[in-house]
C-alpha cells in the first residue's frame, strides 16, 4: 500500500540542473521523515538530503549549497532540486521514507553528469 515512486533522472551536463520527484500513494504528513539517498554499484547507499516532520533539514557536506530538498504536502509530493551537478554526482538516486516505523524506498532513478 506505501509506494515511493521516483522520477526527473536523466542525463546532464557539468553546471546544469535536475530535479527528481517522489509520490508517495499516502500522505507524506504521515512519514516521520523522507529523504534521498545516492548508490553507485558495489558501494553502499548514501544520505543525500533528509527532510523530517518537523521541518529540519540535513545535507551530505558534498551537497550543500547546491541541492535543496522540499516537499509539496498537497500533492504527497517531495523533491530534490540538484543545482551545479558535477560528474560525482553520477549515481542511483533513492527516495527515502520512513512510515509506521518502516522504511520504504523508491525503485532509484539514474542520474548521469557527463559532457
Known amino acids: 500500500q506505501v509506494q515511493l515512486v521516483e522520477s526527473g533522472g536523466g542525463l546532464v551536463q557539468p553546471g546544469g540542473s535536475l530535479r527528481l520527484s517522489c509520490a508517495a500513494s499516502?500522505?507524506?504528513?504521515?512519514?516521520?521523515?523522507m529523504g534521498w539517498y545516492r548508490q553507485a554499484p558495489g558501494k553502499e547507499r548514501e544520505l543525500v538530503a533528509r527532510?523530517?516532520?518537523?521541518?529540519?533539514?540535513y545535507y551530505a557536506t558534498s551537497v550543500k549549497g547546491r541541492f535543496t530538498i522540499s516537499r509539496d504536502n498537497a500533492k504527497n509530493m517531495v523533491y530534490l532540486q540538484m543545482n551545479s551537478l558535477k560528474p560525482e554526482d553520477t549515481f542511483v538516486y533513492y527516495c527515502?521514507?520512513?512510515?509506521?516505523?518502516?522504511?520504504?524506498w523508491g525503485q532509484g532513478t539514474q542520474v548521469t553528469v557527463s559532457s
Open positions: 527515502h521514507g520512513t512510515y509506521a516505523f518502516r522504511a520504504y
Open positions: 499516502v500522505s507524506i504528513f504521515a512519514f516521520a521523515d
Open positions: 527532510l523530517t516532520s518537523g521541518d529540519n533539514t
